[in-house]
């Protein structure tokens, strides 16, 4: 199992990134996986996650209505698109799945099996 994420940077509050996670040893039609981050003093948090078997979501309060979460299988890619960012979204960005039988709210509360090394995000004000 390997996921390694990309797209993360520097943009202004307001702005926007699209950030990838490309996955390998196990396909992107079971299951949950998802976007964790943490800001330097604070513990991870899951911000939004997927259930790639039935495609329901869910998202923290923290990033709802801003943030979106998809998978495409074909590509073996999930994908997190970020809008409206605020510097309190600056962090390590992480891609995790959970390869049993985790929810999309599971995978975010407990966190995941498998974890990507991270991409920054820094969003100045």
């Known amino acids: 199992v390997q996921l390694v994420e990309s797209g993360g940077g520097l943009v202004q509050a307001g702005g926007s990134l699209r950030l990838s996670c490309a996955v390998t040893?196990?396909?992107?039609?079971?299951?949950?996986i998802g976007w964790f981050r943490q800001a330097p003093g604070k513990e991870r948090e899951g911000v939004s996650c997927?259930?790639?078997?039935?495609?329901?979501?869910h998202y923290s309060d923290s990033v709802k209505g801003r943030f979106t979460v998809s998978a495409d299988a074909a590509k073996s890619t999930v994908y997190l698109q970020m809008d409206n960012l605020r510097p309190e979204d600056t962090a390590v960005y992480y891609c995790?799945?959970?390869?049993?039988?985790?929810?999309?709210?599971?995978?975010?509360?407990?966190?995941?099996?498998?974890w990507g090394q991270g991409t920054q995000v820094t969003v100045s004000s």
């Open positions: 995790g799945v959970d390869l049993g039988h985790s929810s999309s709210y599971e995978l975010c509360k407990r966190g995941p099996s498998d």
């Open positions: 040893g196990f396909t992107l039609n079971r299951p949950a």
């Open positions: 997927l259930s790639t078997w039935n495609d329901i979501t």
